[in-house]
Nanobody, 124 residues
Framework: QAQLVESGGTLVQAGGSLRLSCIGSARTLSYYQMGWFRQAPGKEREFVAAISRNDDSTLYADSVKGRFTISRDNAKNAVYLQMNSLRSDDTALYYC?????????????????WGQGTQVTVSS
């Protein structure tokens, strides 16, 4: 199974930027479509962004379009989420997930493996 380890979450001021990283261990991430999800306190987990296994397709939630960018480096077995113009409503636990399916998905149920999450807190 793919083991996913997220990092990069921290406390940041509104308007600031962060880059989250997700590293795969035990298996190469190039076999998977990859996604980022987040969950704020008292809310359900929501889709943020996804990228195809060969980096030719991306998908974003409307709430992050134009502010967040997902990317991957298969040589480093890593996926990234660059977050700019952060807002207080971006505060959440951010999860990396891997999907062995054919297409880039926004549905969390499509994903096969998940990391433990990294906390992003945006202060206003």
């Amino acid at each position: 199974q793919a083991q996913l380890v997220e990092s990069g979450g921290t406390l940041v001021q509104a308007g600031g930027s962060l880059r989250l990283s997700c590293i795969g261990s035990a298996r190469t991430l190039s076999y998977y479509q990859m996604g980022w999800f987040r969950q704020a306190p008292g809310k359900e987990r929501e889709f943020v962004a996804a990228i195809s296994r060969n980096d030719d397709s991306t998908l974003y939630a409307d709430s992050v379009k134009g502010r967040f960018t997902i990317s991957r480096d298969n040589a480093k077995n890593a996926v990234y989420l660059q977050m700019n113009s952060l807002r207080s409503d971006d505060t959440a636990l951010y999860y990396c997930a891997a999907d062995y399916g054919r297409f880039v998905e926004s549905d969390a149920n499509a994903y096969d493996f998940w990391g433990q999450g990294t906390q992003v807190t945006v202060s206003s």
